[in-house]
């Protein structure tokens, strides 16, 4: 058996304000992206040479 939960609707008269989280991180920067690609590059180059030994 399912059941559904209807969700209460605004009238057309009421308005649906939407506000963002401000706990929300923002969008990493491309310095940022880029950093954590090399230190991810760094941490496998590691991986593999541990592995080749």
Do not use: N
């Amino acid at each position: 058996m399912m059941q559904s939960t209807a969700l209460p609707s605004a009238g057309d008269d009421e308005q649906v304000s939407l506000k963002p989280d401000q706990r929300e991180m923002a969008a990493p920067t491309r310095e940022g992206v880029e950093r954590a690609f090399v230190d991810s590059l760094a941490q496998f180059d590691e991986l593999y040479r541990q592995l080749a030994r």
